[in-house]
């Protein structure tokens, strides 16, 4: 399939796409361009063969060029450049938690985390209904969850409940590194 074979994919991709972050149905983007929905709906399914005109009525309706329409779908990936990823600095300067989601997300985080030897935090309660996951990558830490101590070595797995109390510890000369995963957990 060579590239004019794949313009009504992308025409599809696009307009689908656009319409999606407007937070607008068919009908709705139909309404605006000006079109029947029966158009848009033959147009995303990437069967039709627009004419300009209805080409140009969407486009306007999108706020876009028709080229936007017609071009290879923008790539949905983001690279973050590792002294752009988020740093926060606790305990003192020996603990380093690197926020790995740049997205916000209620409820949700992903963090490397890196504690200095002989260092210590004290974690905090997440939202009620969450669930951590924390694995060690390098070293071994200490996790302390509602009176009980975890000792979590490289490749382990400790999942507790978000919402208790719970603390982290590195009781060896060496530093630590843990990826800590916070998630609501489907009741």
């Given at each position: 399939m060579d590239e004019l074979d794949k313009i009504p994919l992308y025409l599809s991709r696009n307009i689908s796409e656009l319409r999606t972050k407007k937070n607008w149905s068919q009908q709705q983007l139909a309404q605006v361009a000006g079109i029947p929905r029966s158009t848009l709906t033959h147009i995303e399914?990437?069967?039709?063969?627009?004419?300009?005109?209805?080409?140009?009525?969407?486009?306007?309706?999108?706020?876009?060029?028709?080229?936007?329409?017609?071009?290879?779908p923008r790539s949905q990936t983001l690279l973050i450049p590792a002294e752009k990823v988020p740093v926060q600095i606790r305990?003192?300067?020996?603990?380093?938690?690197?926020?790995?989601?740049?997205?916000?997300?209620?409820?949700?985080?992903i963090e490397r985390m890196e504690f200095e030897p002989e260092s210590a935090m004290g974690g905090q309660p997440h939202l009620s209904g969450t669930k951590e996951y924390m694995t060690v990558l390098q070293g071994e830490v200490v996790v302390q969850v509602a009176g009980q101590s975890h000792v979590v070595s490289k490749g382990d797995v400790l999942a507790f409940p978000g919402n208790q109390p719970h603390g982290y510890r590195n009781l060896r000369k060496s530093l630590a590194v843990a990826i800590s995963m916070v998630i609501p957990v489907p009741v």
């Amino acid at each position: 399939m060579d590239e004019l074979d794949k313009i009504p994919l992308y025409l599809s991709r696009n307009i689908s796409e656009l319409r999606t972050k407007k937070n607008w149905s068919q009908q709705q983007l139909a309404q605006v361009a000006g079109i029947p929905r029966s158009t848009l709906t033959h147009i995303e399914s990437g069967d039709g063969n627009p004419s300009l005109v209805n080409l140009m009525r969407v486009a306007a309706a999108l706020g876009v060029g028709v080229e936007e329409l017609l071009t290879r779908p923008r790539s949905q990936t983001l690279l973050i450049p590792a002294e752009k990823v988020p740093v926060q600095i606790r305990s003192g300067g020996l603990v380093r938690i690197h926020k790995l989601l740049p997205d916000k997300f209620r409820g949700i985080a992903i963090e490397r985390m890196e504690f200095e030897p002989e260092s210590a935090m004290g974690g905090q309660p997440h939202l009620s209904g969450t669930k951590e996951y924390m694995t060690v990558l390098q070293g071994e830490v200490v996790v302390q969850v509602a009176g009980q101590s975890h000792v979590v070595s490289k490749g382990d797995v400790l999942a507790f409940p978000g919402n208790q109390p719970h603390g982290y510890r590195n009781l060896r000369k060496s530093l630590a590194v843990a990826i800590s995963m916070v998630i609501p957990v489907p009741v």
